[in-house]
């Protein structure tokens, strides 16, 4: 792409990402090896709100929720009875999509188009890391219908490949505050780790 068609795509993405305020989703992922064969699926549901509330519910095969209110980050493993907190800022090697309910610039602060395939009322952008060596992914793909986020394609350094499908997608929704904050049970270990 040239400097140009990069920056014209960026402010393309920047106003689908910006056009809504909550997002909130079922999903249905598959993690695919370097030979195309299926290593995992799971599904759950998703729920963000600008700027950094973040909820990523996994129910299947595992019940995990990624949970963060822009300062902290919480990873709850509800099978194994033990949850993970650290600051915000650890969020992008854990799951691309976090990075959707921050700001657009530090979305891309960390992240350049490196394409654009548009087809009919689909469009999707191909975004690459800035500074591979600090990612877990070397290209992430966020597909829109009709404006509206429906997919996200990962690709990480090991070149497995995860697909999201986004289905029952509500935007702008009212969503309670509690739904990104995060109180550990009682009976629950909770491991803290600081920022590098």
């Known amino acids: 792409m040239t400097a140009a068609q990069n920056k014209a795509a960026l402010a393309q993405l920047q106003q689908l990402l910006s056009a809504y305020h909550t997002y909130q989703a079922n999903f249905a992922q598959v993690t695919l090896n370097n030979q195309g064969k299926i290593l995992q699926k799971s599904s759950g549901r998703v729920y963000m709100m600008r ?73 999707s952008f191909t975004l690459i890391p800035i500074k591979s060596q600090q990612q877990n992914f070397t290209s992430i793909m966020l597909t829109f219908q009709n404006k509206v986020w429906i997919g996200m394609q990962t690709v990480n350094n090991l070149d497995q490949r995860s697909v999201f499908t986004f289905t029952q997608v509500q935007v702008d929704t009212p969503l309670a505050e509690n739904v990104f904050s995060f109180t550990p049970p009682p009976n629950v270990d909770v491991v803290e780790q600081k920022a590098k």
């Open 51 to 123: 700027p950094g509330g973040f909820r990523w519910e996994t129910d299947v095969p595992t019940h995990q929720i990624i949970i963060t209110d822009g300062r902290v980050l919480w990873i709850y493993d509800i099978d194994l009875a033990q949850a993970t907190k650290q600051p915000f800022s650890a969020r992008v090697s854990l799951n691309p999509a976090v990075l959707l309910s921050g700001s657009l610039k530090d979305l891309m602060s960390v992240f350049t188009v490196a394409g654009v395939v548009t087809n009919d009322n689909t469009i």
